[in-house]
C-alpha cells in the first residue's frame, strides 16, 4: 500500500546558515526524514524556486522549518508565503525564534547600518549611491534590492508561528525529536516550544559543582582566566546564562568549557530572558554599598549584547514598541 | 563621502496638534515603608501630581526587572521604585537585592534609549510622607520636560516613495 | 474561615464597590463616573458605590450581591489596604467566598487625599479600578496557615519598662527570660534620686520591684547577658543568649561582700559608673547597694589578678568553703524558645562633650543632670551632699535646658523629660543648699498630671527662670573660678550673663548606641531619629512591624517614668493577648517552587534572610519551607526562569495590575 509522504520545506532568512548546517549535520538521520517525508523546497540544498512554491495548493505542506529572522521585504514575502502553503509553520532556531545575534542591529539605527554597509567600510565602492529599497542600476537594467527594513522581526512578529525550535543553531537531536513529533499523532499545544521547559542547570554536568551561594566582587571574561573544566562556571565569575536559559541541549558549550550564552530562550514562564537573566546574575554581587555594585557590574562590558545576545528583537520592550 | 542620513531622513512629519503631554508614571511600592510613607502623605493631605499609579508588593526585592520593562512596554513614561532605606528593610535583605538589580538594568535601559530619568529607584521610610511628594512631583516635572517614551534609537524615517511601499506590499 | 468555593476562572463575575467614604473620596473623585466605568470592564458583573463601604449596610451589601448575583470575585475602591484590606476580606469569607478573592484599591490616601484636580483624580481612580479588576481574576483560594505560640516571652532589658513588663507577664503565669546586659536590674532609675512631679524617692518604689522579680518563680533573670541572635517567627522564635563572666558564681554568693573588704585594695580606686564616675569603686564590688541579684562581680580591667596573675587573692580567701570565686569563668551561650520578645532597652544620655561651648569636661564645675542626680543622692558618692570637685558647697547654680534637644545640631526632637527633671533638681538643689538657682529654657514644657502645679511650686520656691537658649559658658575672669552663662534673655530682650558656681547640663534622651544593631537583630526598623519605630504611632503603639516583637519605654523614644511603665504594661498586654489565643493566622503570601520545572540552579538558596529555601538533594531543586517563609518575594524576582512563585503576588497578577494600569483608552 503507498499512501502519499507528508511534505515539508526548509527555508532560510536572516541568518548565518548555521541552521543548514544543523540539517546537513543530521548526517544518517536526514535518510530518516527523507524516508518518512518529501522535502518540497530547500533551496540550500535543492533547485526549486519560488514560483514552485507559489504553485502549491495552500496548506499543502505539512510543516516548513524556517529559520532566520526577518529584515528584508523579500524575508517578509516569504515568510508569508510559506505562512499560507503549510499547516505548520515551525520557527527554526534563535533568529526566527526570538530574532538571534541579527536582532542585536536594533541596536543601531537603520541609516547607520545602511551608512556603513553601503559607504564607510573601507572596501565598499558605492558611487551611485546604491541603497537597498532604492532602484538602482546594474549593467543591463534596474535592480532593486528588497527594502530593508526599520528593524530586526522574530518570525512570529510577522506571521503567526505554530512551533519554535530553539537554539543557535538546534541540535540534530532536538530537530530529530521535533521532526518525530511533528509527523507524529499527538500535536503539542500551538506555541509549544519543542524542548523541555526546564533551565539548562537540570542537564548540566557541572550542576553538582555549583555552591549554594556564589558572591562575586567582579565578573570575569573566558579569556582572562584559566577555566576549571570541572567546576560550575558561574562559581569561577564567568556569565553563565544556564539558569535562565531553556534545556534540551545538554550544554555543549559548557562541555566545550565556555559558559552558555542563552541561544535556546527563556523556558516558558519567562517573558523577556534577558530581564531575568540579569535579575539572578546581579544577586550575586557582593555588595550592599551602591558604588561598589556598579564597580563590580562594570565588569560587565556589554550588558544588552550579554543578557540579549539572542532576544532582544523579541524582547518585552522591542516587542511592544514596533516601529 | 556622501552622507546617507540626509537622503533617508530629511522630513519628520509633523505633529498633529496634541492635548498637553501627561506623563504616566508607574510605581512599585514596599509594602512597609514606600507604601505606607505614601498612604502618610495621604493622611497628612500633602499635594502632589496625579501621574503616578502605585503598585504594592511585599518588598523592594520582589520588583523583577520584568515587570519594569513590563511598564515601559505598555506606554508608562516612567518607572518609580520605593523601597526601605539600605539597613532598614523589613526582609533584612531585599532592598539591597533590588539595588543591586537596578543598577544592572538601568545600564540596559540607557543603552535600549530610555533617559536615566525614567527609571528611579528611591529609598523612602514609612515615616517620610513628604519625600513621597517631593519625589513624584520632581519626577513628574523631568518626565514632562523629556516628554514621551520614545526610544532614541527609533528616529523617524523619511516617507516611503511609493515604488518603496510597492515593495512593501507584500505580493502574494 | 467558611467553606471556600474554588470558582473556574471562565466563570468570573467581579463586583466593584466605590466608598464616598463621606466626603473624602467623593469630594475629590467622581464615584459614580467610577462606578460607571467600572460596570463596562470585561469581567464584572456589578459596579455600585456605597457612601460608606466598610460600614455595617456596606458588607451586608456587597454579601447580599455574592449570594443573589453570584458574585465569586470582589473589588472595594476605598481606603488604604493597610486599613481594610482584612476588613473586606472577612466580609468575603462570612458569605462563603475564599477571602482571597478580593483585591483593595487606594483611592483615598493614594488618591482624592493627594489631588486637587478632579478630573485628574478620578482618571486615576480608573486606572486602578481597572488593574484591580484584571488582577483579581487571577486570584487563587488561599489558606491561612496557623501557627502555635510558644507561652514563653523574652524581656530584653531591665529597666523600669522591663522590671514592669516582665512581673505583669509572670504574674499571669508565663515564663519571662529577663536578659540584662548590665550586673543589676534597675537601668537608669535605679540612678534617680526623687521622681517628678511628686518626688516620691525612685530606690523605694523601684527596689520592691527589683526583688519581686529576682524571687519571681516565673521569671528567669539573667544579668550580664545579651542577645546575640534571633531566629524563628512570631510564636516560634529561637533566641540566643550571651552571658558573660562575672567571676563570681551567682548561686554561690550570698551577698555578704567580705570579699569587697577583703580585697587587697584597701582603697576603692576604680571610677564607678553607676555613681558617673564621681565615686571609686574596688575591683571587685556590688553595683549599688539595692543591686538585684545581690551578688558580686569583678572587674577584670582592674583586678590585679587578672591583670597579673600574682595577686594574694584575699577575696578567694574570705569567700572560704563558698568558692563563689571563680577566675576562669567562660563565656557561655544558651538557645531559648519564645514566642514573643519585649524589647525594653531604654535610652542613652546625651553626651553633652558634643555641645563644647557648655564646656563640659573642660570646667570641672560643668555637671550633667545624671550626675547631679547622684551626688544628691543619698547613697551617692557625696552621701547626699551637692558639693563641687573642691568641696565647696555652690551658692549660684545654672541648670541649661535643652542640651542635645531642639537643636539643628544635635538633635531636633524635644527629650520630654528634661523640663521636668530640670525643675525637680533646681528645687532638691536648693532644698539642699540653698543656693540661688537659674534655670534657662527655651520653652517650658510641663504637660502631664501635677506637671504645671510643680513648676508653680518650684517658680514659688524662688527658682530664677530666664527665657532663653544658653549660647556660652566660661570663666569669670577674677572671680575665684566662677563660670558666667550668657543667654540672650527672650522675656526682657538683654544679653544677661550670670555668674555661677555650679552648671548643670540638663542632657536629652538619645537611642542606645547600639540600637541600629539591635533592630537588626530583632528584625525591626527605627525612626529616623533611630528610636525604635511601632507599627502605629496612634493605634499599634507598642507593636513593632515584627509580629511578636513589641516595645517598652524609652527605646521606643523619650518619655517618663509612668508613660514607660504604662507602655510595659500595655506591651506585656498584646504579648498576653497573642499567648492566650494560642496560634496566630499567617498570610498566606508565601513563596513556593514549581517542582517540575525547577532547574536547581540555586540562585534563590542565599537569597533568603531567613534560611527557608534549602536545595533537596534527592530532587537536586530548590524547596521551600513555608513556615518559614515571611513572603518578600525576592526569591521569585531572581528566579532565572520563573519557577518560583509567591502567592497573592504571582508575576502573572502582576503584569495583569500593570497592563491594566496602562491599558486607557
Redesign the interface.
Known amino acids: 500500500m503507498t499512501r502519499e509522504k507528508p511534505k515539508i520545506a526548509f527555508y532560510w532568512c536572516a541568518s548565518c546558515g548555521g541552521c543548514e548546517e544543523a540539517v546537513v549535520d543530521l548526517a544518517e538521520e536526514i535518510l530518516d526524514v527523507v524516508a518518512a517525508a518529501d522535502i518540497v523546497f530547500w533551496p540550500v540544498a535543492l533547485d526549486f524556486k519560488r514560483r514552485d512554491v507559489e504553485q502549491m495548493p495552500d496548506g499543502s505542506i505539512l510543516a516548513t522549518f524556517l529559520n532566520g529572522a526577518i529584515r528584508t521585504s523579500e524575508q517578509e514575502e516569504m515568510a508569508k508565503l510559506l505562512r499560507r502553503k503549510s499547516k505548520l509553520l515551525v520557527a527554526f532556531g534563535s533568529c526566527s525564534h526570538l530574532g538571534g545575534i541579527p536582532g542585536l542591529a536594533n541596536l543601531f539605527t537603520r541609516e547607520s547600518i545602511l551608512q556603513t554597509v553601503y559607504f564607510e567600510t573601507p572596501t565598499t565602492e558605492n558611487p551611485e549611491c546604491v541603497l537597498p529599497g532604492v532602484p538602482g542600476k546594474d549593467g543591463n537594467g534596474k535592480l532593486t534590492l528588497p527594502y530593508f527594513s526599520e528593524r530586526v522581526r522574530a518570525l512570529d512578529q510577522v506571521v503567526e508561528v505554530d512551533y519554535y525550535l530553539p537554539g543557535c543553531p538546534p541540535l540534530p537531536r532536538i530537530i530529530t525529536r521535533a521532526v518525530a513529533t511533528l509527523l507524529g499523532e499527538h500535536l503539542p499545544d500551538k506555541g509549544s516550544v519543542l524542548a523541555p521547559d526546564e533551565a539548562l542547570c537540570t542537564e548540566c554536568p557541572r550542576k553538582d559543582s555549583k555552591p549554594e551561594k556564589i558572591a562575586l566582587k567582579s565578573f570575569k571574561r573566558p579569556q582572562e582566566i584559566l577555566i576549571d573544566e570541572t567546576q560550575c562556571l558561574l562559581a569561577q565569575g564567568l556569565l553563565c546564562l544556564g539558569p535562565a536559559t531553556r534545556a534540551g541541549c545538554e550544554a555543549p558549550c559548557v562541555q566545550g568549557n565556555m559558559p552558555c550564552t542563552g541561544c535556546c530562550g527563556p523556558p516558558g514562564r519567562v517573558r523577556d530572558q534577558g530581564a531575568k537573566a540579569l535579575s539572578a546574575i546581579a544577586s550575586l554581587v557582593d555588595s550592599q554599598d551602591e558604588q561598589e555594585i556598579d564597580t563590580v557590574l562594570a565588569s560587565i562590558p556589554d550588558p544588552v549584547g550579554t543578557f540579549y545576545r539572542y532576544s532582544l528583537p523579541a524582547s518585552l520592550l522591542a516587542h511592544s514598541r514596533k516601529v | 563621502m556622501p552622507d546617507v542620513s540626509s537622503n533617508l531622513s530629511q522630513a519628520v512629519p509633523l505633529e498633529a496638534e496634541q492635548p498637553a503631554f501627561e506623563p504616566r508614571v508607574v510605581a512599585f511600592f514596599c509594602t512597609w515603608c514606600t507604601y505606607m510613607a505614601a498612604d502618610l502623605a495621604g493622611t497628612s493631605r500633602m499635594k502632589y501630581a496625579p501621574n503616578v499609579r502605585v503598585i504594592r508588593v511585599m518588598c523592594s526585592g520582589r520588583i523583577d526587572p520584568q515587570f519594569v520593562l513590563a511598564a515601559f512596554a505598555n506606554g508608562a513614561d516612567g518607572v518609580l521604585i520605593g523601597g526601605c532605606h539600605p539597613g532598614d528593610c523589613h526582609y533584612q535583605e531585599g532592598n539591597y537585592n533590588c539595588l543591586r538589580r537596578v543598577r544592572l538594568l538601568k545600564r540596559v535601559l540607557e543603552e535600549l534609549g530610555i533617559e536615566e530619568d525614567r527609571f528611579r529607584l528611591e529609598w523612602i521610610s514609612a515615616a517620610e510622607g513628604d519625600r513621597v511628594r517631593v519625589v513624584i512631583n520632581d519626577m513628574v516635572e523631568k518626565l514632562r520636560a523629556l516628554g514621551p517614551l520614545q526610544m532614541k534609537k527609533e528616529v523617524a524615517l523619511r516617507p516611503l516613495s511609493p515604488e518603496e511601499h510597492a515593495l512593501q506590499e507584500v505580493a502574494v | 474561615m467558611a467553606e471556600s468555593k474554588d470558582i473556574d476562572r471562565n466563570g468570573v463575575q467581579i463586583g466593584v464597590y466605590v466608598c464616598h467614604c463621606g466626603t473624602n473620596i467623593a469630594g475629590t473623585v467622581d464615584v459614580k463616573a467610577l462606578t460607571e466605568y467600572a460596570a463596562t470592564l470585561p469581567g464584572v458583573t456589578m459596579a455600585r458605590n456605597y457612601k460608606y463601604v466598610c460600614s455595617t449596610p456596606g458588607q451586608e451589601l456587597i454579601k447580599r450581591d455574592i449570594h443573589e448575583l453570584g458574585l465569586n470575585r470582589i473589588v472595594v475602591a476605598a481606603c ?3 486599613l481594610h484590606e482584612k476588613t473586606f476580606r472577612n466580609v468575603v469569607a462570612e458569605a462563603g467566598l475564599n477571602p482571597y478573592y478580593f483585591q483593595m484599591v ?1 483611592i ?4 482624592s ?5 478632579k478630573r ?2 478620578t ?2 481612580g480608573k ?2 479600578i481597572r ?1 484591580a479588576v484584571r488582577r483579581v481574576r487571577l486570584h487563587k483560594p488561599l489558606e491561612r496557615k496557623r501557627v502555635s505560640i510558644n507561652p514563653a516571652v523574652l524581656i530584653v532589658g531591665g529597666g523600669i519598662a522591663g522590671i514592669h513588663a516582665a512581673l505583669t507577664m509572670a504574674n499571669a503565669g508565663k515564663h519571662v527570660y529577663l536578659v540584662e546586659r548590665d550586673a543589676t536590674i534597675g537601668g537608669h532609675m535605679a540612678m534617680f534620686d526623687k521622681t517628678f512631679p511628686t518626688l516620691d524617692c525612685a530606690a523605694c518604689i523601684l527596689t520592691p520591684k527589683m526583688t519581686a522579680v529576682k524571687s519571681h518563680h516565673n521569671i528567669t533573670l539573667w544579668t550580664l547577658s545579651e542577645v546575640t541572635q534571633v531566629d524563628g517567627y512570631v510564636g516560634n522564635y529561637q533566641v540566643t543568649i550571651k552571658h558573660k563572666p562575672r567571676y563570681v558564681i551567682e548561686d554561690a554568693c550570698v551577698g555578704c561582700m567580705e570579699c569587697i573588704d577583703a580585697c587587697v585594695y584597701k582603697q576603692a580606686k576604680v571610677p564607678d559608673e553607676f555613681n558617673m564616675y564621681l565615686g571609686k569603686r574596688k575591683p571587685i564590688y556590688i553595683p549599688f547597694p539595692q543591686a538585684v541579684p545581690q551578688v558580686v562581680v569583678i572587674d577584670r580591667e582592674s583586678c590585679i589578678e587578672f591583670k597579673s596573675g600574682k595577686c594574694k587573692k584575699t577575696c578567694v580567701e574570705v569567700c572560704a568553703d563558698r568558692k563563689a570565686i571563680d577566675f576562669k569563668q567562660q563565656e557561655t551561650t544558651e538557645t531559648i524558645e519564645v514566642g514573643t520578645i519585649i524589647l525594653a532597652t531604654g535610652f542613652f544620655t546625651f553626651d553633652a562633650k558634643r555641645v563644647p561651648y557648655y564646656g563640659y569636661g573642660i570646667y570641672p564645675n560643668v555637671y550633667t543632670g545624671l550626675e547631679v542626680e547622684r551626688l544628691i543622692n543619698a547613697a551617692g558618692p557625696t552621701n547626699g551632699e551637692v558639693i563641687l570637685r573642691d568641696g565647696r558647697k555652690p551658692q549660684r547654680v545654672a541648670i541649661v535646658h535643652c542640651v542635645g534637644s531642639r537643636d539643628e545640631n544635635t538633635n531636633r526632637y524635644c527629650s520630654r523629660v528634661c523640663c521636668m527633671y530640670s525643675l525637680k533638681l533646681a528645687h532638691l538643689i536648693k532644698e539642699k543648699t540653698e543656693a540661688e538657682v537659674f534655670n534657662f529654657y527655651i520653652d517650658m514644657r510641663t504637660p502631664g498630671k501635677g506637671f504645671e502645679e510643680f513648676y508653680n511650686r518650684v517658680a514659688d520656691e524662688g527658682t530664677h527662670f530666664v527665657r532663653g537658649r544658653v549660647a556660652d559658658i566660661y570663666p569669670n575672669p577674677g572671680d575665684g573660678g566662677r563660670l558666667l552663662v550668657c543667654a540672650e534673655d527672650t522675656l526682657m530682650s538683654t544679653v544677661r550673663k550670670i555668674p555661677v558656681d555650679m552648671v548643670v547640663l540638663s542632657t536629652g534622651l538619645e537611642p542606645q548606641a547600639d540600637a ?1 544593631d539591635v533592630r ?1 537583630r530583632f ?1 525591626i ?4 531619629e533611630g528610636f525604635f ?1 511601632e507599627r502605629h504611632p496612634k493605634l499599634a503603639p507598642v507593636n513593632t ?2 509580629d511578636g516583637v513589641f516595645l517598652a519605654g524609652c527605646c521606643q523614644g523619650p518619655k517618663d517614668i509612668p508613660d514607660t511603665v504604662a507602655q510595659a504594661g500595655a506591651a506585656a498586654a498584646e504579648a498576653l493577648a497573642l499567648i492566650d489565643i494560642g496560634y496566630i493566622e499567617q498570610e498566606p ?1 508565601t513563596a513556593h517552587v ?1 517542582e517540575e ?7 534563590c ?3 533568603c ?1 531567613y534560611q527557608a529555601i534549602s ?1 533537596a538533594e534527592n530532587k ?1 531543586k530548590a524547596e521551600i519551607n513555608e513556615v518559614l517563609c ?5 526569591c ?8 518560583v512563585q ?1 502567592n497573592l ?1 504571582e ?1 502573572e497578577q ?2 495583569a ?3 491594566g ?3 486607557y483608552a
Open positions: 488604604s489596604p493597610c487606594n483615598r490616601e493614594h488618591d487625599w493627594v489631588h486637587t484636580d485628574a483624580a482618571e486615576k486606572d486602578l488593574a541600629q537588626r528584625h526598623t527605627c525612626s529616623t519605630l512591624f515584627t503570601n514549581l520545572v525547577c532547574s536547581g540552579c540555586k540562585t538558596i542565599p537569597l534572610p536545595f537536586k515571611k513572603g518578600c518575594g525576592t521569585v524576582a531572581s528566579c532565572p526562569s520563573g519557577s509567591q503576588f508575576d502582576i503584569f495590575e500593570i497592563e494600569l496602562l491599558a
